[in-house]
Protein backbone atom coordinates (compact mmCIF):
# COMPACT_ATOMS: atom_id res chain seq x y z
CA UNK A 1 0.00 0.00 0.00
CA UNK A 2 1.41 3.13 -0.54
CA UNK A 3 2.46 5.21 2.05
CA UNK A 4 -0.20 8.51 1.54
CA UNK A 5 -2.83 5.84 1.21
CA UNK A 6 -4.19 5.88 4.73
CA UNK A 7 -3.79 9.57 5.01
CA UNK A 8 -6.64 9.99 2.33
CA UNK A 9 -8.65 7.43 3.95
CA UNK A 10 -8.33 9.51 7.19
CA UNK A 11 -9.44 12.49 4.94
CA UNK A 12 -12.27 10.88 3.59
CA UNK A 13 -13.82 10.00 6.70
CA UNK A 14 -12.81 12.88 8.30
CA UNK A 15 -14.46 15.42 6.01
CA UNK A 16 -17.07 12.73 5.00
CA UNK A 17 -18.43 12.97 8.55
CA UNK A 18 -17.98 17.06 8.95
CA UNK A 19 -21.44 18.49 7.72
CA UNK A 20 -23.68 15.91 9.34
CA UNK A 21 -21.24 16.56 12.65
CA UNK A 22 -21.37 19.92 12.32
CA UNK A 23 -25.28 20.43 11.28
CA UNK A 24 -25.80 17.95 14.79
CA UNK A 25 -23.72 20.48 16.77
CA UNK A 26 -25.41 23.83 15.05
CA UNK A 27 -29.05 22.06 16.22
CA UNK A 28 -27.64 21.64 19.44
CA UNK A 29 -26.19 24.90 19.87
CA UNK A 30 -29.90 26.29 19.29
CA UNK A 31 -29.13 26.52 15.38
CA UNK A 32 -26.63 29.33 15.56
CA UNK A 33 -24.32 28.99 12.81
CA UNK A 34 -21.87 31.66 14.55
CA UNK A 35 -21.33 29.54 17.60
CA UNK A 36 -20.98 26.35 15.62
CA UNK A 37 -18.36 28.38 13.66
CA UNK A 38 -16.58 29.72 16.47
CA UNK A 39 -16.54 26.02 18.09
CA UNK A 40 -15.28 24.46 14.80
CA UNK A 41 -12.06 27.58 15.04
CA UNK A 42 -11.11 26.45 18.27
CA UNK A 43 -10.83 22.95 17.31
CA UNK A 44 -8.74 23.91 14.67
CA UNK A 45 -6.63 26.22 16.83
CA UNK A 46 -5.56 22.79 18.91
CA UNK A 47 -5.26 20.79 16.08
CA UNK A 48 -3.75 23.14 13.18
CA UNK A 49 -1.73 25.20 15.74
CA UNK A 50 -1.04 23.44 19.00
CA UNK A 51 0.13 20.07 17.51
CA UNK A 52 2.04 21.57 14.50
CA UNK A 53 3.14 23.97 16.55
CA UNK A 54 4.52 21.81 19.05
CA UNK A 55 6.21 19.44 16.47
CA UNK A 56 8.22 22.71 14.56
CA UNK A 57 9.20 24.33 18.06
CA UNK A 58 10.63 20.30 19.21
CA UNK A 59 12.30 20.15 15.86
CA UNK A 60 13.57 23.77 15.74
CA UNK A 61 12.68 24.58 12.05
CA UNK A 62 10.80 28.28 12.68
CA UNK A 63 13.19 29.48 10.44
CA UNK A 64 11.93 27.63 7.34
CA UNK A 65 9.15 30.45 7.31
CA UNK A 66 11.47 33.61 7.26
CA UNK A 67 13.33 31.86 4.17
CA UNK A 68 10.04 30.91 2.38
CA UNK A 69 7.60 33.97 2.00
CA UNK A 70 5.77 32.86 -1.11
CA UNK A 71 5.39 29.42 1.03
CA UNK A 72 3.70 31.14 3.73
CA UNK A 73 1.54 33.27 1.52
CA UNK A 74 0.09 30.20 -0.41
CA UNK A 75 -0.63 27.93 3.11
CA UNK A 76 -2.09 31.22 4.45
CA UNK A 77 -4.26 31.54 1.67
CA UNK A 78 -5.08 27.21 1.85
CA UNK A 79 -6.30 28.27 5.61
CA UNK A 80 -8.39 31.16 4.75
CA UNK A 81 -10.25 28.93 1.15
CA UNK A 82 -10.71 26.38 3.81
CA UNK A 83 -11.90 28.48 6.97
CA UNK A 84 -14.20 30.56 4.00
CA UNK A 85 -15.16 27.04 2.77
CA UNK A 86 -16.34 25.58 6.46
CA UNK A 87 -18.13 28.98 7.30
CA UNK A 88 -19.71 28.18 3.65
CA UNK A 89 -21.03 24.92 4.84
CA UNK A 90 -22.17 26.45 8.40
CA UNK A 91 -24.45 28.99 6.18
CA UNK A 92 -25.59 26.78 4.04
CA UNK A 93 -27.16 24.80 7.29
CA UNK A 94 -28.12 27.98 8.62
CA UNK A 95 -30.29 28.92 5.86
CA UNK A 96 -31.86 25.75 5.09
CA UNK A 97 -29.13 23.39 3.63
CA UNK A 98 -29.60 19.51 4.85
CA UNK A 99 -27.02 17.76 5.78
CA UNK A 100 -27.64 14.95 3.07
CA UNK A 101 -27.89 17.28 0.69
CA UNK A 102 -24.91 19.65 0.96
CA UNK A 103 -22.31 17.27 1.25
CA UNK A 104 -22.86 16.03 -2.59
CA UNK A 105 -23.02 19.42 -4.39
CA UNK A 106 -19.70 19.92 -1.89
CA UNK A 107 -17.84 17.07 -2.30
CA UNK A 108 -18.64 16.64 -6.08
CA UNK A 109 -17.99 20.10 -7.01
CA UNK A 110 -14.77 21.09 -4.72
CA UNK A 111 -12.60 17.85 -6.80
CA UNK A 112 -13.49 19.54 -10.06
CA UNK A 113 -12.89 23.35 -9.12
CA UNK A 114 -9.39 21.31 -7.81
CA UNK A 115 -8.22 20.23 -11.21
CA UNK A 116 -8.89 23.44 -12.55
CA UNK A 117 -6.97 25.40 -10.16
CA UNK A 118 -4.29 22.87 -10.10
CA UNK A 119 -4.14 23.23 -13.84
CA UNK A 120 -3.80 26.85 -13.78
CA UNK A 121 -0.62 26.89 -10.67
CA UNK A 122 0.72 23.95 -13.00
CA UNK A 123 -0.47 24.23 -16.70
CA UNK A 124 -0.62 20.42 -18.55
CA UNK A 125 2.12 19.48 -21.28
CA UNK A 126 -0.82 18.60 -23.28
CA UNK A 127 -4.49 19.17 -23.49
CA UNK A 128 -6.46 17.14 -21.23
CA UNK A 129 -8.18 13.60 -22.71
CA UNK A 130 -11.85 13.80 -23.64
CA UNK A 131 -11.96 11.05 -20.72
CA UNK A 132 -10.95 13.86 -18.24
CA UNK A 133 -14.54 16.16 -19.51
CA UNK A 134 -16.54 12.51 -19.43
CA UNK A 135 -15.61 12.20 -15.67
CA UNK A 136 -16.55 15.74 -14.87
CA UNK A 137 -20.08 14.51 -16.29
CA UNK A 138 -19.48 11.55 -14.12
CA UNK A 139 -18.93 13.64 -10.98
CA UNK A 140 -21.95 16.00 -11.25
CA UNK A 141 -24.07 13.21 -12.39
CA UNK A 142 -23.45 11.13 -9.56
CA UNK A 143 -24.34 13.96 -7.39
CA UNK A 144 -27.72 14.05 -9.07
CA UNK A 145 -27.98 10.72 -7.96
CA UNK A 146 -27.01 10.66 -5.02
CA UNK A 147 -29.33 13.73 -4.28
CA UNK A 148 -32.71 12.41 -6.54
CA UNK A 149 -32.44 9.06 -4.80
CA UNK A 150 -30.93 9.95 -0.93
CA UNK A 151 -32.89 8.81 1.66
CA UNK A 152 -35.59 11.02 3.30
Same mark, same amino acid.
Given at each position: MRSWLPFVVLTVLSWGTYIPTLH !???LALGGSGVHAFLMVG? $??LLVAIAVPGAMV? !? $?GAWSLFGD???GMLFTFAAGVLGAVGALGI?? $?LVNGGR???VPPLVF +?? +?PVVSVFV $???YNPPQESPSPLFFLGILMAAAGAFLVLSYRPH
Open positions: !RGQL $AYT !R $ANPNVL $APNV +AG +A $AML
